[in-house]
T-cell receptor, first 118, second 120 residues
């Protein structure tokens, strides 16, 4: 079974600053994907960024980037130039891959509440 | 709106009553998932369907819970004899299982806004 751990229940950052959210995971699988999802208050969860475990290059999406350390089983999210709209709960998630397709279910961490202050 | 929709958004029920939630996935998506999220926690997997087949059920899904996806389109999640511990947000998500060779096509899940259940 996989586990995902987010050790920071809450984080805060000033607008325009950079913040890093931490995530560690435990798995015996060799093929998997990792995700960061964002859940704004009272709104639906949306995908922020995805990392395929077989890729050594860290994924980036505009102001969002990850630091994927496969050996250490670490997957942190860096948000640059933070904006007020980044205020949300952020979840790290894991999905197992086999035969080129996913096993379906996501395993989520406990979440980190990020507050961006003006 | 072509996103995942869930109905109702909120449900308050008395302990012991049965409740049913509906999820309409994105139309071309063949996979549909149910998760449960309690306050301040991450979503926990309950079950998922590929088309109309229920492929996996979590041990969290007791015999009071049942999910269906007739004809592989919308899905319903029913909770019988509700208990206060069932109070949570119930999230539905859908995704498209890609064809062989399309490695990343089938993993992104799109979520609905959830149904918040309160059992009193």
């Amino acid at each position: 079974a996989q586990t995902v751990t987010q050790s920071q229940p809450e984080m805060s950052v000033q607008e325009a600053e950079t913040v890093t959210l931490s995530c560690t995971y435990d798995t015996s699988e060799s093929n998997y994907y990792l995700f960061w999802y964002k859940q704004p208050p009272s709104r639906q969860m949306i995908l922020v960024i995805r990392q395929e475990a077989y890729k050594q290059q860290n994924a980036t999406e505009n102001r969002f980037s990850v630091n994927f350390q496969k050996a250490a089983k670490s997957f942190s999210l860096k948000i640059s130039d933070s904006q007020l709209g980044d205020t949300a709960m952020y979840f790290c998630a894991f999905i197992k891959i086999a035969g080129g397709t996913s096993y379906g279910k996501l395993t989520f961490g406990q979440g980190t509440i990020l507050t961006v202050h003006p | 709106d072509t996103g995942v929709s869930q109905d109702p958004r909120h449900k308050i029920t008395k302990r012991g009553q049965n409740v049913t939630f509906r999820c309409d996935p994105i139309s071309e998506h063949n996979r549909l998932y149910w998760y449960r999220q309690t306050l301040g926690q991450g979503p926990e997997f309950l079950t998922y369907f590929q088309n109309e087949a229920q492929l996996e059920k979590s041990r969290l899904l007791s015999d009071r819970f049942s999910a269906e996806r007739p004809k592989g389109s919308f899905s319903t999640l029913e909770i019988q004899r509700t208990e206060q511990g069932d109070s949570a947000m119930y999230l539905c998500a859908s995704s498209l299982r890609g064809k062989p060779g399309q490695r990343s096509r089938d993993t992104e899940a799109f979520f609905g806004q959830g149904t918040r259940l309160t059992v009193v």
